[in-house]
């Protein structure tokens, strides 16, 4: 008897659904079979943690389970447990875009992501890469110059337009 209420009910919700489906069709044609998107604050942060720890703490922090995370990210559960584990490597930017939207986190919470970022500018702007390996690895002080070309690369020029001189005198030759 019980099986025959949760029938009925999940029959009601199902057409349910799918009147809502063609109300919304009628309404507009372009949205019919998406699923909603709620808008929600975006939260500025930035984990430390790797990323299989930063996924994990911020579904805990959701309190997300990996079929909920699943929905809103049309990611399979099972990718999502093994993300979370680390038995998988840390998926491509789109997809580390797709599950900080879900999450309601900007992409570069993500360590990986930010990484990644800083290796895409750093390829952009080899002078700046030796500038900068150099203060790292070799206790080169920071000069005004390397504030410069900082500033440049932050502006999307990425060091281009760096006169010839200028850069050999940063990099040493």
Same mark, same amino acid.
């Given at each position: ?11 009601? $919700? ?10 919304? #069709?009628?309404? *507009?044609?372009?949205?019919?079979? $998406? ?42 559960? &099972?990718?999502? *447990? ?9 998926? %491509?930017?789109?997809?580390?875009? *797709?599950? %900080? ?18 290796? $895409? ?7 700046? %890469?030796?500038?900068?390996? &150099? ?18 690369? #932050? ?16 990099? &040493?030759?």
């Amino acid at each position: 008897m019980f099986w025959v209420s949760s029938l009925k009910c999940l029959h009601q $919700r199902l057409d349910t659904e799918s009147n809502m489906r063609a109300i919304a #069709q009628q309404l *507009n044609p372009e949205i019919a079979g $998406r699923r909603p998107v709620l808008a929600a604050p975006v939260e500025r942060r930035f984990s430390k943690d790797r990323f299989p720890e930063a996924l994990k703490g911020l579904m805990e922090e959701r309190h997300l389970s990996y079929r909920q995370l699943a929905y809103k990210t049309q990611l399979s559960a &099972g990718y999502l *447990n093994h993300l979370t584990k680390g038995s998988r490597p840390v998926p %491509a930017d789109p997809v580390i875009e *797709n599950l %900080a939207a879900a999450l309601h986190v900007e992409a570069d919470f993500f360590l990986e992501f930010r990484l990644r970022q800083v290796a $895409r500018v750093l390829g952009e702007a080899p002078p700046l %890469a030796d500038m900068l390996y &150099g203060i790292l690895a070799c206790d080169t002080p920071v000069t005004e110059d390397i504030v410069d070309l900082l500033a440049d690369a #932050q502006d999307g020029d990425g060091g281009k337009n760096l006169d010839p001189s200028a850069e050999r005198d940063i990099i &040493g030759l």
